[in-house]
C-alpha cells in the first residue's frame, strides 16, 4: 500500500496497538500434549537463545514462580493472556526491559510473539516482531506447511499466524448503542471487535481490542492494512456519533464534572474509575481539557486492581479504593 492510499486514522480515539505472532517447534509435540519435562526443557532452550538477541534484552519469568496478583497485574497491562499464568509448571515469560516486546513460551501454542505500543503505530510493531521472528526461525526449525503456512494448535491462526489488534475508545458509538451494529457490520469482512482484556471480556471504560479474524490466505501486509482501514472506519463512525454533542453546556458539564471528581475524590472503585476515565479521555480527546492522554493511558492500568496489589502492602478493598484515590488525585493535580 502506498503512501498515499493509506487510510486516516483518527489518532484521538487509539490506546494502543499490538502485533502477536503464533509459532511451533516441529520438534516438541503441540501444549496440549507435551509433557512438563519437555516443557521445561523448551523454556530453558527459548531462555539461552534469546539471551544472544542483539536489539532486546529478555528477562526471564517462569510461571510457576509468579504469584497470582503478578500474574493478574501482567493480564492488566496485556502483557499475557487471561489463562496464561494458571498452568505455571509449563509456561514462562520471556519480557523485553521496556515490555514493549515478550514472548510467551507454551500458552495456546509454544511461541506467542508480542510486540505493543501506544497509539496507532502497527507497521513499526510488525518490522520490530518480524525481526524477532527472523532471528528465532534462524535458530529452531518452526511446525510448518507449504499448504497451511505456520502449524497452530487453533485452526482461525493457521497462515501466517499474525494476530493484529488496536484498542479504540468508542464512548459516543456505545452511548447510541450502535456497537453491536458496528460488530456485526465488521465481521463480515473478518474483523472481531473484542473487550477491554479479549475474547470473553467486556468493553470497560468504553476500550474495545479490534483485531483481524484470520490469518490463512492473507499476507502480513494485507492484514494490516485491512485492519487499518476498518479502524478509520470506526473511528470515523464514532467522530460522527460525537458531532453536535459538545456545543451542548450539559454534555460539556458531565465530563468536566468527571475530571472534578478525579481531583478531588477520596474513595474511588475500580468501576467508577473507568467510568470517569472514559468521560475524561473523551474531554480530552475533544479538546475541553489539557491533558496528556498517553500518561492518562499509563494511569489507567496503575490503578486496575491488581496492579494497586502488586504495588501496595495486603489491604482491604476499601484501603485499595482509598489508594486508587490518593493516586488519580495526585496525578490529575499534577
Known sequence: MSETNL???????????????????????????????AAREMKLELHDLLKEYPHETFDFLDMKNV???????MTEEHLI?????????KTALLLG??????????????????????????????RRINELDDYIDGKVEYAFSDKYGYLTSCPTNLGTGIRASVMLHLPALTRRGLMERVIHSVSQVGITVRGLYGEGTQAGACLYQVSNSY?????ESETIALLNR???QICESEKKAREN????????????????ILKECRMLTSAEFRTLYSKVRLAAEEGLLEL????LDRLFIECQPYNLMLTGDSESENERDQRRATLVRERMRG
Open 97 to 126: 526491559r521496556e515490555k514493549t516486546l515478550s514472548v510467551m513460551i507454551n500458552e495456546e501454542d509454544h511461541l506467542r510473539i508480542q510486540a505493543m505500543g501506544f497509539g496507532s503505530c502497527l507497521e513499526d510493531l510488525y
Open 215 to 219: 490469518s490463512l490466505g492473507i499476507s
Open 7 to 37: 487510510p486516516v486514522i483518527d489518532s484521538r480515539m487509539v490506546v494502543s496497538s499490538r502485533i502477536r505472532l503464533a509459532r511451533n517447534l516441529k520438534k516438541y509435540p503441540f501444549p496440549s500434549r507435551l509433557s512438563e519435562e
Open 81 to 89: 493472556s487471561p489463562d496464561f499464568g494458571r498452568n505455571g509448571e
Open 245 to 260: 454533542q459538545f456545543p451542548d453546556l450539559r454534555a460539556r458539564d458531565e465530563l468536566y464534572r468527571s475530571y472534578g
Open 292 to 295: 496528556d492522554i498517553p500518561a
Open 230 to 232: 476498518i479502524v478509520a
Open 67 to 73: 504469584t497470582s496478583v503478578q500474574a493478574g497485574a
